[in-house]
């Protein structure tokens, strides 16, 4: 059997047609069936890809029959080169074994690194064993603790001149020596969590490693030297400092010619330069110190970054160490209504990231309409552990009442136990101890009032990235990032919205990183509701609005505009 690679025509009716009759093709060999007992039309097919645009819609053309034996459609986020999306790889059952499913995974790889995705994505199960190993052989990497998500770097690794000269003109995927066993690959080295790729041509390898939360390249092995940046730690708290260290190595009896500048991302410091030639391995140990000020980053959203600039004997060489930022100690809190003039319970809760005990107060700023009887408490926090706060509370009438929680606090032992054992272990990298290491943070917490049957709202950017409206019975709760709604009665949730209203056609992804809507509180008579606004991602200067309030008899009313 011989096929072709090609795009999908979409001008092409019988495209159409031959596509939907493989997907029915599909139906028993999905888990749950793939058309969910409605066989698909060339009319379904032509409107979803009408709709729904991708980077790419492959099909495997059967040169012999001129039947279409394999589809795969590549998405991602508009305005992004971050990562690519594989939402559908299939083939039809006669020709499960034979290479289609890997000629168009390894043509989605290709157009991901011809338009500059970092990396492509897909999600498959973990009793797929066929596509497995199929999958790792082509690039993608098994998250742990997933089911199955996985990631493939080799357009970064495309990207990277080291990578392409040592390749010249040969073929990646035949020189890409990998282990193919059905497991997530879970690997940590030196302190980090890792994805390694390893191009082997005789007695000659390139080794790359890519860290899990920076998706960036953070060592190289050639045949004539190894490099490589390194933070040893999975977290790294707000306000602490940890060992940041380059490791050059020499082989083949070759010195090295070496110059070394790195930068890194606002709320990090960890400049360097230095120029140096490298007769035997060496280290280079500096601190890390990451600001109090700095905010960890939102799912979606890269971890800061450590920039490393090489030039190797005049071989450029470009690194990307991630940290990823924590609070030290987290105040949760998940909103909580009061009944105007009553004493009510308010439980905060507290969160150690840390690996030293810590001991603080938590002080609740005051508020006019709000009375605190006790508002500074004390808490004891053992390492990595959580523990809660309660407040007693007196709303002295209806309204949204915003204010702030603050915590100061002492960690016990200093600086290198709080930052955890893997930084005091690793060779050279034991922080600088403290006497007593001093803590202090903050977030936004609104407690809404009833004084009747009113309804009352707020919103919360700055930590949850949410907004509430809420009555006496329900309470709605909507996550800016992408417009989830859960609806809730006396605190059990009743039912769940768990996607947002789209603009479209064309409609965008629903696998990347979805828009933040911004929220408007509105008043009315009968109280407050919330206004959610997008702006469309696909079409420029076109506006989605979704209006939330509460009819009679416990209704919620959800009000849509463009």
């Known amino acids: 059997m011989t096929v072709v690679i090609r795009d999908f025509r979409l001008d092409d009716p019988s495209d159409a047609d031959r596509v939907a009759a493989m997907f029915n093709d599909f139906d028993s060999a999905w888990p749950g069936g793939f058309t969910r007992g409605e066989a698909e039309t060339g009319e379904d097919i032509r409107r979803r890809a009408a709709n729904e645009p991708r980077l790419a819609i492959l099909v495997a053309e059967e040169t012999e029959t001129g039947d279409l034996v394999g589809f795969c459609d590549l998405d991602a986020q508009p305005e992004q080169k971050d990562k690519a999306y594989v939402g559908l790889l299939g083939a039809r059952l006669r020709v499960h074994g034979q290479g289609v499913g890997k000629a168009l995974i390894r043509e989605a790889v290709r157009r991901s690194a011809e338009q500059g995705y970092r990396e492509v994505t897909l999600y498959t199960w973990a009793g797929n064993t066929k596509a497995v190993p199929l999958y790792k052989k082509t690039g993608f990497q098994w998250v742990p603790d997933t089911d199955v998500y996985m990631r493939n770097f080799i357009p970064s690794a495309l990207a990277t001149p080291i990578v392409r000269d040592f390749l010249g003109d040969r073929d990646w995927y035949v020189l890409h020596d990998r282990d193919l066993t059905v497991a997530p690959d879970d690997l940590t080295w030196k302190g980090m969590k890792v994805f390694r790729y390893r191009f082997r041509d005789g007695d000659n390898a390139l080794q790359l490693t890519y860290q899990a939360d920076s998706a960036g390249l953070t060592a190289i092995e050639t045949p004539d030297f190894a490099v490589s940046c390194i933070v040893p730690v999975e977290e790294a708290a707000a306000g602490l400092s940890y060992p940041i260290l380059w490791e050059i190595e020499p082989r083949r009896g070759k010195n090295l010619d070496c110059v070394l500048i790195a930068e890194s991302d606002a709320g990090l410091d960890a400049a360097v330069q230095e120029r140096m030639t490298v007769r035997e391995p060496v280290t280079i140990s500096r601190t890390l110190a990451v600001a109090s000020e700095a905010k960890p980053r939102r ?62 107060l938590l002080a609740l700023d005051p ?153 408007q509180i509105e008043r009315r008579a009968n109280g407050e509701c919330l206004r959610l606004i997008a702006p469309s991602t696909q079409i420029p200067g076109l506006t989605l609005e979704r209006l939330f309030s509460f009819a009679a008899g416990g209704v919620v009313r959800v009000e849509h505009r463009v």
């Open 299 to 360: 799912a979606g959203e890269r971890t800061h970054l450590v920039r490393t600039t090489l030039i190797i004997d005049g071989r450029l060489i470009t690194l990307e160490t991630g940290v990823k930022v924590v609070r030290p100690i987290e105040i949760q809190y998940s909103g909580q209504s009061l009944l105007s003039g009553r004493p009510e319970k308010v439980t905060i809760g507290l969160r150690n990231r840390l690996h030293s005990a810590v001991t603080g």
């Open 367 to 519: 508020h006019s309409s709000v009375e605190c009887g006790q508002p500074v408490l004390p808490f004891h926090l053992p390492p990595r552990s959580w523990t809660q706060c309660e407040y007693e509370l007196t709303a002295l009438e209806g309204g949204s009442h915003s204010t702030r929680l603050r915590y100061r606090a002492e960690v016990e032992g200093g600086s290198s136990a709080a930052a955890g054992p893997s930084v005091a272990a690793h060779p050279g990298g034991k922080a600088i101890p403290t006497s007593s290491l001093r803590l202090s943070g903050s977030r936004s917490v609104a407690f809404r009032a009833f004084a009747g049957g009113e309804t009352r709202a707020s919103i919360d950017v700055e930590d949850d990235e949410k907004a509430v409206l809420e009555s006496q019975e329900l309470r709605i709760e909507i996550a800016l990032r992408g417009g989830n709604t859960n609806i809730y009665r006396h605190g059990q949730k009743e039912y769940s919205v768990h996607s947002g209203a789209k603009l479209g056609p064309p409609f965008g992804s629903t696998n990347m990183r979805p828009p933040l809507y911004s929220a």
